[in-house]
């Protein structure tokens, strides 16, 4: 489903990625994984579209998507979260999600403001999609919220269903369980799993081992830009390359 | 909103007793105060909502000003013509000039609209075979539709007001839109607005075309009303203005930015004798709010009261 | 006829150089524009002006307390103002121009008339390949040379001007090294006002001096700036001695009415095509 070859990033002569290819097949949750600074999120960011690749290629469902804008990927069906979180501050919790679900509704700004049946409708399915989206999560109650104002878990959350809302073929989460309790970790898990069942494929960032063993049938492990491991999850624990690597950082939970 | 519906229509109600009773000199505040006030919104969409300051919506405003004292001083249109012809004068030049930059952070973006402003206030002084240089453009005939002439001061207030109540409509229509949510969603975190699939780019420029079109109207009256209009009417100072006005008021809110034109606009109306004391207070002013009152005057009020 | 012109230019672009150098050393610290810039200059002229007049100073002692007095000044208004305008972009450049409009009109109500200036550099004139050209314009080389050099070998060798660097460059970073960041930005803001004040005592026997001034030498310091790049401090210096030179050949070949428009067209222009200015570098977002 989605092929990221041989790909390389410089920033100001600093490398970021140093040739990583690695590839997510449908239906799968591979799992990335990685020392703070291995590249794990630049990865992320040059599959969306926010940075060019100096070199190499990535493919989704066959067709190249290398540089294209963050939009027109998000077009074709490639959503994600971000590890710091960007919601919509201002906006409450059912428009950060009306966001995304009015994306490809009928009606546009002249046709909102005639009252135009059509945009009215379009609005209508981009509301039932948001509540479902959200309920999904877990945050219906929360609708009328302030985004700002809600809980750290549930923020993150939001991120999730802001994604959803999308309806991608392919999710990218940026370390959505980074933070929470160890009950919140869990209920993350189960959250992706069922995002799993309903068909979407998953590439995780995580750094807590136990979300990741759980979930993940295969296993990247990225070390200063470079991969330096790829399998099942009992191959990479025992891998003595990905046990130096994180040698001295034990990640806590 | 039922109790702002009622705000509302009582408001329009006094506003048309003060036209009846008041006296030509609060009638010539007031009239200036809902010209301004349709600019002052056409700004805030960029300020407010798509979180964007602009310096030029001064010049944009000679455009529509301009506009219709050309269109019918040396065409001969009729304003039901000129109007539509100002509104998007002033926002395609707006869109035009504003659109490279907006793609921009909002640092450049400030920085290309005081080259904006400067750029079109030069053209108009200096570009004389056009828009007559330092004489300006006068004799602009009383403002007359379908027969009928708002030539009293009574009269073109009835007409600045109806301007000022459909420009608040028309925006708050513009604000529930999706375009609106799209916007604010821009204000808060492009990126992400990005990723979450907004048109970011097409969103800014309808922004822009929108200041620009509110601007072109509210010139429009400008140009009526006045019955001559002068390049030094356009500067720098009636953009930094306008600024204080939208920003002021609440920086998203419609009622705040009308109420920010009232209170400003009258207050520096009655302290215009005391001359440059006046844009000293100003000047205060807008420092003192942005210190100490970021978000506008009416962000200080609880948020039930507010949108 | 050149000759002329490029010395005036030469001269213009000193001042724009100067003031323009007060916009880059806050952008590099703060990553905000400080829009009142050219009233600050402006108001240096006026201190100049009631130096000169009231106590008699001459060129060098006057030039010296003003930069001293404009330091403190500074200072002054980023611990009582500007400090309190960090919240965003848009609160701290429309904050900058409400005070810069408080400047402006404080000083026309004082100073309502232009006014001539003390000839503090003497009355003398010089001759140099055909161009005839004051005294002044001699002292404005000099100066803002020795400004120019001063802030390098400022920035560059002492430990003051080391910690401004690092404050410049990564405020959060300076400060876990011992830097008190708050009294560097205050330096900053200070150094920033004094060079453009200096500015304005400059070119202060040129011409008639009025609170009018400060706007669009402003403008034009800020377009230079962006010219060759707000977080350079060369760049800015470039930018302020090429947009001078330009504008006085634009005068002269083109026409004087339309030579302000250089200076807008040029800021619009770099904008477009390189924000980051001739010599700027573009500095990468951490998404």
Not at chain 3, 187 to 192: D, E, I, K, Q, V
């Amino acid at each position: 489903m989605l092929d990221v070859d041989c790909v390389r990033l410089s920033f100001r002569g600093v490398r970021a990625l140093s040739g990583v290819s690695l590839a997510v097949s449908e239906g799968e949750v591979l799992g990335i994984i990685g020392p703070n600074g291995s590249g794990k999120s630049t990865l992320f960011n040059v599959v969306t579209g926010i940075y060019a690749p100096d070199d190499g290629a990535v493919r989704f469902r066959g067709q190249a998507i290398t540089g294209l804008d963050p939009r027109a990927i998000v077009g074709r069906g490639i959503a994600r979260t971000y590890q710091n979180k960007r919601l919509f501050t201002s906006l409450s919790v059912l428009e950060n999600v009306l966001v995304p679900a009015l994306r490809r509704e009928k009606g546009g700004l002249l046709s909102d403001m005639l009252g135009l049946p059509r945009a009215r409708e379009g609005w209508r399915a981009a509301y039932v999609r948001a509540v479902e989206c959200l309920d999904f999560v877990g945050l219906g109650p929360m609708a009328g919220a302030g985004a700002g104002s809600l809980a750290y878990g549930q923020q993150n959350r939001l991120e999730v269903a802001r994604a959803l809302a999308l309806e991608p073929a392919l999710l990218l989460l940026d370390e959505p369980a980074a933070g929470l309790t160890q009950d919140e970790r869990m209920e993350m898990r189960t959250l992706i799993e069922r995002i799993q069942a309903r068909g979407v494929s998953i590439a995780l960032v995580e750094h807590d081992m136990r979300v990741v063993m759980g979930l993940c049938s295969r296993i990247v492990v990225l070390d200063h830009g470079e991969v330096i491991a790829v399998g099942a999850p009992a191959e990479i624990a025992r891998d003595p390359a990905v046990i130096a690597a994180y040698l001295g950082a034990p990640e806590d939970g | 909103m039922r109790a702002g519906s009622v705000l509302g229509i009582g408001s329009v109600i006094a506003l048309c007793t003060l036209g009846l009773l008041a006296s030509d000199y609060l009638l010539q505040i007031a009239t200036l105060v809902l010209i301004e006030s349709i600019a002052v919104i056409g700004l805030g969409f960029l300020t407010g909502f798509a979180g964007r300051i602009s310096l030029a919506q001064g010049a944009l405003y000679g455009v529509g000003a301009y506009s219709a004292a050309l269109l019918v001083t040396r065409l001969g249109l009729p304003p039901l013509l000129g109007l539509p012809i100002a509104i998007l004068a002033a926002s395609i030049v707006g869109t035009a000039l504003g659109a490279p930059a907006i793609r921009l952070s909002g640092l450049y973006f400030v920085m290309s609209t005081i080259g904006m402003q400067q750029i079109l206030w030069l053209l108009l002084m200096h570009w004389s075979g056009l828009t007559g240089g330092p004489q300006g453009v006068r004799d602009i005939p009383a403002l007359s539709i379908a027969g009928f002439a708002f030539d009293t001061p009574a009269r073109f207030y009835i007409a600045a007001l109806i301007g000022a109540v459909t420009s608040y409509l028309l925006a708050r229509l513009v604000v529930a839109s999706r375009f609106g949510l799209f916007l604010r969603a821009v204000a808060d975190d492009e990126l992400a607005s990005a990723t979450t699939g907004v048109a970011v780019l097409r969103a800014k420029a309808t922004a822009l075309a929108l200041s620009g079109g509110w601007a072109g109207a509210a010139g429009f009256l400008h140009a009526y009303y006045l019955r001559y209009v002068h390049p030094d009417m356009f500067t720098l100072d009636l953009s930094v203005v306008f600024l204080t006005m939208a920003m002021f008021g609440g920086y998203r809110s419609l009622e705040g930015m009308l109420l920010a034109s009232a209170i400003l606009g009258g207050a520096s109306e009655y302290l215009r004798p005391f001359g440059q004391f006046r844009l000293v207070a100003y000047g205060g002013l807008l420092v003192l709010s942005m210190m100490f009152f970021p978000r506008g005057l009416l962000a200080v009020l609880p948020v039930r009261w507010r949108r | 006829m050149l000759a002329q012109l490029l010395v005036g230019g030469l001269g213009t672009g000193c001042i724009y150089a100067l003031v323009g150098l007060g916009f880059t050393l806050v952008y590099r610290t703060l990553r905000m524009v400080n829009f009142a810039q050219g009233q600050v200059f402006m108001a240096g002229t006026f201190l100049g002006l009631f130096g000169a007049r009231q106590f008699g100073l001459s060129a060098l002692p006057l030039l010296l307390l003003v930069a001293a007095i404009s330091f403190a000044i500074g200072m002054l208004l980023e611990r009582m103002v500007f400090r309190r305008l960090y919240a965003s972009h848009e609160v701290f450049v429309v904050g900058a121009i409400g005070l810069g409009v408080m400047i402006e009109n404080g000083f026309r109500i004082v100073y309502p008339e232009p006014l001539p200036f003390p000839k503090i550099f003497g009355a003398g004139v010089y001759h140099l390949h055909g161009a005839v050209f004051q005294k002044t314009y001699l002292w404005i080389l000099i100066v803002t040379l020795a400004l120019v050099v001063t802030l390098h070998v400022l920035f560059a060798y002492t430990r003051t001007g080391r910690a401004l660097r690092a404050v410049a460059s990564d405020g959060e970073i300076a400060a876990t090294m011992g830097v008190n960041v708050q009294r560097a930005i205050g330096a900053t803001f200070g150094l920033s006002f004094a060079v453009a004040a200096v500015a304005g005592v400059l070119i202060g026997p040129l011409y008639f001096v009025s609170p009018d001034l400060g706007d669009m030498v402003g403008l034009k310091a800020f377009s230079a700036a962006v010219l060759g790049g707000i977080n350079s401090v060369v760049g800015t210096i470039l930018g302020g001695l090429a947009l001078g030179l330009m504008e006085a050949l634009a005068a002269f070949y083109i026409s004087t009415d339309y030579k302000d428009l250089l200076a807008f067209s040029i800021l619009m222009l770099m904008l477009l095509v390189r924000p980051q200015g001739l010599l700027g570098r573009v500095v990468p977002v951490k998404v």
